[in-house]
């Protein structure tokens, strides 16, 4: 799904992005273009590896709202439990997110995945963090295009 080069290089920039930041949590969840299915091949931060096993169907959970809408989205537990919409998130379940900043990926103009920044407490994304998880989103999308990432300033 990923290539060896660039799946090193997407790792630096979500070890970098939660440096910034100071998340728990930064993942890449990628469709699967045979079964449109989200799956998460790199991860840094995650309390298990479980993730890695993950995967979402269309239609629903990250895919069914940030891929579809095609912008960036606040998820919060709280949220999801009270519109019992929890079961569709399995990220959250698995890794005990309680607060989730996601950002669409595209690869050739259509969404293609997902970066997701998140935390184990409850917690407000500041403008300037969500800048910067923009910003890594854009770099992560150029190397799956097969361009070079930018470093965004």
Do not use: F, H
Not at 135 to 150: D, F, H, K, Q, V
């Amino acid at each position: 799904m990923v290539e060896l080069g660039t799946r090193e290089a997407i790792q630096a920039i979500l070890a970098l992005l939660r440096e910034e930041i100071g998340c728990d949590l930064s993942a890449v969840g990628l469709t699967e273009p045979a079964s449109n299915t989200l799956r998460w091949p790199v991860a840094s931060g995650n309390a298990n590896d479980r993730l890695s096993g993950i995967s979402e169907k269309p239609g629903r959970g990250l895919s069914g709202t940030v891929m579809k809408v095609g912008r960036p989205m606040t998820i919060s537990m709280a949220e999801l439990v009270y519109t019992r919409q929890l079961q569709e998130y399995p990220l959250l379940l698995a890794e005990n997110l309680r607060s989730v900043y996601a950002v669409p990926l595209y690869r050739g103009g259509a969404p293609a995945g997902v970066l997701v920044a998140g935390d184990r407490k409850k917690r407000v994304y500041r403008t300037e963090e969500r800048r910067l998880i923009a910003n890594a989103g854009e770099r992560i999308a150029s190397l799956l295009n097969g361009l070079p990432a930018a470093r965004s300033v």
